[in-house]
């Protein structure tokens, strides 16, 4: 356990933002979860209907620097593309 005063704040915060993390993790992981297993399954007007919240939520997680800019846009690009493929 940390004995000097900074190192317990730090502590502190340290399980705070592992929280926080964890539970952004799991928001992003269920939603793209939930869209692929729309795609896969074949439905196209519920997938498409998903896809605004989806980018939503990948756009929240870029704004709290979560992700990275670039993967935000890389995921969002390679989802849509994923839609794409399956409606032809």
């Known amino acids: 356990m940390p004995i000097i005063k900074s190192a317990k704040k730090a502590n ?3 399980i ?4 926080r993390n964890l539970a952004r993790k799991n ?9 692929r297993r729309l795609v896969m399954a074949g439905n196209m007007e519920a997938a498409n209907a998903k896809l605004p919240s989806l980018y939503k ?8 620097r979560f992700i990275k800019k670039n993967k935000a846009n890389r995921m969002k690009s390679r989802l849509t593309k994923k839609l794409q493929a399956k409606k032809q």
């Open 12 to 14: 502190r915060q340290t």
């Open 16 to 19: 705070r933002r592992r929280t």
């Open 27 to 35: 928001v992003l992981g269920a939603a793209v979860k939930e869209y």
């Open 57 to 64: 939520t990948i756009d929240k997680m870029s704004k709290v």
